[in-house]
Nanobody
Framework: EVQLQASGGGLVQAGGSLRLSCAAS????????IGWFRQAPGKEREGVSC????????YYADSVKGRFTISSDNAKNTVYLQMNSLKPEDTAVYYC??????????????????WGQGTQVTVSS
């Protein structure tokens, strides 16, 4: 059974940094794909950053390019999202997710079947 545990959220001032962690179990990390998504109140869930070892790809939303970095530690079955230069508009619940088999390599939420519980990120101005 695929399980994902997101952590690392919190309250930070604008310009600050946070590192989110997504601990995964139930699948091999030799061939993995994990996405980070966020949802702010009243807004649709959006793909923030996704990484796929099988597709050899990483994706960043335009709004976070140059500020966020996705990485993985295969030994720990964990994917990280380093978030720097945070802005108030980054405030949201952040979720990590794993896609269904055969997904296209996108960072579109409909391709992701397994979701962690979410971690709140709040950036104050």
């Amino acid at each position: 059974e695929v399980q994902l545990q997101a952590s690392g959220g919190g309250l930070v001032q604008a310009g600050g940094s946070l590192r989110l962690s997504c601990a995964a179990s139930g699948f091999t990390f030799d061939d993995y794909a994990i996405g980070w998504f966020r949802q702010a109140p009243g807004k649709e869930r959006e793909g923030v950053s996704c990484i796929s070892s099988s597709h050899g790809s990483t994706y960043y939303a335009d709004s976070v390019k140059g500020r966020f970095t996705i990485s993985s530690d295969n030994a720990k079955n964990t994917v990280y999202l380093q978030m720097n230069s945070l802005k108030p508009e980054d405030t949201a619940v952040y979720y990590c997710a794993a896609p269904h088999p055969g997904y296209t390599g996108s960072c579109r939420s409909y391709e992701y079947d397994y979701w962690g519980q979410g971690t709140q990120v709040t950036v104050s101005s």
